[in-house]
């Protein structure tokens, strides 16, 4: 079996599930498990509705509710005319259930409100997709990915439950068929949604591919496969024909957005290639991420990261920062769910580079004032060279002012501010 990964830009439209139609007639006659995202930036939608639904904000709720209602069903009008009925039916009742939750006070943690609310953009997607290509004669069955994938109740960033899930694949799928699902979301053991972390649904693409022992996973993208830098960002990009797992980890550590960085691991363990292709030329092959050389061709490789926070704390009684300053300070990043990208300590001050998360951050920041000073600088740009030379280097120096920098082996890094 093959798993084929579409993520949200490559649904966003009606043009674009055509698109994943005509893909998938170039693979007649194979057994294709296809993984779905929510279509678009649905994502970021039900993510603001979430935070108009917990701030009580109805007016807000509704026009974004309307808004995403409006966006789906624009789209099964596109790709079905008049023959959209019993889809209709279905997307429509999907709003009525997310009204429903809408509606009601909040029962749940944030977190755990959050996944409830999100999972929402995955089904509809693939209710979407699956439909379609069933009227185009690419006969295929709809999975629930809430009864595939299990895992814990870590809201928001929910670890598989490895044994469970494979006993649920084995039990829904088999050689012979055809199938899409959810990309992003499971459920834990009582069946409440749970999605698996921002960009998600690479990693179950992978989680599928491990337990089915699947031939390949393929990842189909709006760019040409991996390349050493993202093109919006960097000038004279080149693909990369062929990755190894290793490199592709570190490279996802760092923040290439091309590749959620779980994702490697499970293909790795089996050994199953990783292909990162372009939905808009199935003719080119691509990256090839598997067992082999690092890089070919070998190249610097640049990631940036966006919206990036340096928190400065230092001890009010001069105290040295020491280990268990820093437990505490972990344990409390780890608490609020922000992830450290970069972090530096002097005797009595650390400084951590971390997401600018609008809804972690602050409470963090007031647990930290409790018992540091603390202070924060926004609005930054983390940058990572991989196997940087000079030139690489010159250039990345000239993008800002330096706050912070770092440098390994194979690994240069810097915070700036533009
Ligand atoms: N729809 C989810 C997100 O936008 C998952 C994914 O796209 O992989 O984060
Ligand atoms: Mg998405």
Not at 75 to 87: A, K, N, T, Y
Not at 160 to 183: C, F, H, K, P
């Amino acid at each position: 079996m093959r798993i084929f990964k579409f993520g949200g830009a490559s649904v966003k439209d009606a043009e674009g599930v055509r698109r994943v139609s005509s893909i998938i007639s170039h693979f007649s006659g194979e057994d294709i498990l296809i993984v779905v995202s929510a279509m678009g930036k649905t994502t970021n939608g039900l993510e603001a509705l979430v935070k108009s639904y917990l701030d009580n904000k109805p007016e807000a709720c509704l026009k974004q509710f309307n808004a995403l209602e409006a966006q789906h069903l624009q789209i099964i009008d596109e790709l079905f005319g008049s023959s959209s009925l019993p889809l209709k039916d279905e997307v429509l009742e999907l709003f009525r259930q997310l009204d429903t939750i809408l509606k009601a006070p909040a029962k749940h943690g944030f977190n755990q409100v959050y996944d409830q609310i999100v999972s929402f953009g995955e089904i509809l997607s693939t209710k979407i997709v699956s439909a379609y290509l069933n009227s185009q004669g690419f006969g295929n069955q709809w999975l629930d990915a809430r009864r595939l994938i299990r895992t814990d109740q870590n809201f928001r960033a929910a670890r598989i439950d490895w044994n469970y899930t494979r006993r649920l694949v084995n039990e829904n799928v088999s050689a012979g068929q055809s199938y899409v699902t959810q990309g992003f979301i499971g459920s834990d053991d009582n069946y409440n949604p749970t999605t698996l972390g921002r960009e998600g649904s690479d990693y179950t693409g992978s989680v599928l591919a491990y337990v089915l022992q699947a031939k390949e996973l393929t990842i189909w993208k709006d760019v040409p496969g991996v390349l050493n830098g993202d093109p919006k960002v960097f000038a004279n990009t080149e693909l990369l024909k062929q990755i190894s797992f290793r490199e592709a980890i570190e490279l996802a550590f760092y923040g290439a957005s091309v590749i959620h960085p779980k994702t490697i691991q499970p293909l790795q363990e089996r050994g199953i290639p990783l292909r990162v292709r372009s939905f808009n030329d199935v003719e080119q092959e691509g990256t090839v991420i598997s067992e082999g050389v690092s890089l070919n061709p070998f190249l610097a490789c640049f990631i940036r990261k966006d919206s990036q926070q340096l928190i400065t704390l230092s001890t009010r009684d001069l105290a040295f920062i020491a280990e268990d300053h820093l437990s505490m300070i972990y344990k409390l990043f780890h608490r609020f769910g922000l992830r450290v990208n970069l972090s530096q300590h002097s005797a009595t001050s650390s400084s951590f580079c971390v997401n600018d998360d609008p809804i972690a951050s602050p409470p963090l920041l007031e647990e930290l004032k409790q018992n540091f000073d603390v202070t924060v600088v926004g609005d930054l740009e983390l940058y990572t060279v991989r196997h940087y030379n000079d030139s690489a280097l010159t250039e990345i120096q000239s993008r800002g002012r330096k706050l912070l920098e770092q440098v390994s082996a194979d690994t240069y890094q810097i915070v700036i501010r533009k």
